[in-house]
C-alpha cells in the first residue's frame, strides 16, 4: 500500500527529470561565424632624405632709411612755399621747397663788395708804398739791411688781412643769400611741416621734418636658434654696404583684408645682441618702395607693421616629417617589416608650422605611420591600405570586403 501511494509522485518526477534532460540536450548549437583579426588601418610613407629651405620668420616696423629736421640757417619772412612742401609731398634732389625774403642779404652782399674794393684799394695804396721805401733805402747806399718797420712790412701784413677779412663777409654774405632758397638735400618725402607763407622764422627754427625714399629699412629680430640658420652680411671696417650680399626676405604687408608683398635684402646685422631678449636685429632694405608699382599696390608707409620671411640656410640630407605626426611633441610611429607599430623617439633640428627636420632617430627607408591614432600601441599589428600615396591590396583584403556583412539573414 505504501508503495502504490508513493509510485505516481516518482513517476511525476522521472517525467519531468526526462523532459529536461531532452530540453536541454536537444537544443540546436550556435550559429558559429567567421573569425576575423582586427587590425587596424594604417597609410605609411617611405623615409628618404632630402634637402629642406629654412625660412624664418620674424617681424618688423617699416623706417626711412634717412630721416632729417630741415632747420633754417638765416631770419626772414616766407615768401614762397612749393606745393610739395607739405606733409605727405615728395620732392626730389635739389628742388625748392621755400624761399626767404633776401633783399637784406642782397643788401649785405653790395656793403661787403664795397668793403672789399677799399681794402684792395688800401691793399694797392700799401704795396706802393713799400716799393718806395725799398728804392729809397737803396738810393741811401747803406750797408745795412732794411729793417720791417722801414720796408712797412706790418702796414702792407695789415693790408692784406683787410682784404681777406673783406673777401670773406662777402663771402658770408652770398651764402646767407643763398640760404634764403631752402633745397631739399635728397629725394624724399615730407612727413610734417611746421611753417608756411608769410611766417617770420629765425635761424635753428625747425621747417619740417622730411625722410629719404631712395630705401626703405625694417628692423627685424632674430632669435639665437634663427641665428644658427642664416649667413648674416657681416660688415667689416673698411667695407660698405654695396659690397655685402645678403639673404632675400619677403615682406608682407597687411592693408585690411589685402596682403601685399615687398622684396628686398638683408644688407647689414647690427652691431650687438638685446640684452634683455637675447636677440640680434637685421636691417632689410627694400629699393624704391615708394614708386608706382605694376602691381597696384600702395607704397610703403613709414611705421607701418609687416610680417618678414628670410631666406636661410639649404639643409642636406635631411628627413622631413609633417609636424602632426610629431606625436605629443615626444615621438612618431613607425611600421617595421612585420607590420607593427613602433614607437621611436627623434631630435628635431629644426621646425616651422608645417614641418619638422629630423637630425636623427629615423633612418632611411623608413615607413612613417601617416594615420591619426588615438591609443596607439607599441607592437599592435597594423594593415597598410597606402604607402606613398599609392593603395596597397593585400592578400586578406582581397578574400574579404569589410564593407559588405559577413552573412545575410536568414542564409
Known amino acids: 500500500m505504501i508503495f502504490l501511494r508513493a509510485l505516481p509522485p516518482l513517476i511525476v518526477l522521472a517525467l519531468t527529470g526526462a523532459s529536461c534532460y531532452y530540453i536541454f540536450w536537444s537544443k540546436p548549437e550556435p550559429r558559429k561565424f567567421p573569425k576575423f583579426e582586427v587590425a587596424p588601418k594604417v597609410a605609411v610613407e617611405t623615409l628618404r632624405p632630402q634637402s629642406y629651405q629654412v625660412w624664418l620668420n620674424t617681424q618688423g616696423t617699416v623706417q626711412a632709411r634717412t630721416e632729417s629736421e630741415l632747420v633754417s640757417q638765416v631770419r626772414g619772412n616766407v615768401i614762397s612755399v612749393s606745393p610739395s612742401f607739405k606733409p605727405g609731398g615728395f620732392f626730389e634732389e635739389g628742388e625748392i621747397l621755400m624761399e626767404i625774403d633776401r633783399r637784406d642779404y642782397e643788401m649785405e652782399t653790395r656793403i661787403s663788395s664795397g668793403q672789399l674794393a677799399q681794402a684792395q684799394l688800401r691793399l694797392s695804396e700799401e704795396e706802393a708804398t713799400v716799393a718806395q721805401a725799398l728804392a729809397d733805402w737803396k738810393r741811401l747806399n747803406l750797408e745795412e739791411e732794411p729793417s720791417d718797420l722801414v720796408l712797412r712790412k706790418p702796414q702792407l701784413n695789415e693790408a ?45 627754427n625747425n621747417l ?11 628692423r627685424l629680430p632674430l632669435n639665437e636658434k634663427q641665428l644658427a640658420y642664416i649667413d648674416l652680411p657681416e660688415l667689416y671696417r ?31 646685422a647690427e652691431g650687438a645682441l638685446d640684452t634683455q631678449s637675447r636677440q640680434l636685429f637685421v636691417v632689410a632694405q627694400v629699393e624704391n618702395p615708394y614708386a608706382k608699382q605694376a602691381d597696384g599696390k600702395p607704397p610703403f608707409k613709414v611705421g607701418s607693421f609687416v610680417q618678414a620671411t628670410i631666406e636661410g640656410n639649404l639643409l642636406h640630407n635631411v628627413f622631413v616629417i609633417p609636424r602632426e605626426q610629431y606625436r605629443k611633441n615626444e615621438y612618431v610611429l613607425i611600421v617595421d617589416e612585420e607590420n607593427k607599430l613602433r614607437r621611436r623617439e627623434i631630435v628635431v633640428q629644426w621646425g616651422d608650422d608645417d614641418n619638422l627636420v629630423v637630425s636623427s632617430g629615423i633612418k632611411a627607408g623608413e615607413r612613417l605611420c601617416t594615420t591619426p591614432m588615438n591609443f596607439p600601441v607599441d607592437g599592435m599589428t597594423v594593415e597598410i591600405i597606402s604607402e606613398d600615396g599609392i593603395p596597397v591590396v593585400t592578400e586578406k583584403s582581397a578574400k574579404f570586403d569589410r564593407s559588405k556583412p559577413p552573412f545575410q539573414t536568414g542564409s
Open 160 to 204: 692784406k688781412a683787410n682784404v681777406d677779412a673783406a673777401e670773406a663777409r662777402l663771402e658770408l654774405a652770398q651764402l646767407n643769400m643763398e640760404r634764403t632758397t631752402i633745397r631739399a638735400p635728397y629725394a624724399g618725402r615730407v612727413l610734417y611741416n611746421q611753417v608756411d607763407f608769410g611766417q617770420y622764422i629765425s635761424p635753428g
Open 208 to 218: 619740417a621734418r622730411i625722410y629719404a625714399v631712395d630705401y626703405a629699412e625694417i
Open 238 to 268: 673698411g667695407e660698405s654696404e654695396a659690397s655685402v650680399d645678403g639673404p632675400n626676405v619677403t615682406l608682407t604687408w597687411s592693408v585690411g583684408n589685402d596682403e601685399h608683398k615687398w622684396l628686398g635684402k638683408i644688407v647689414r
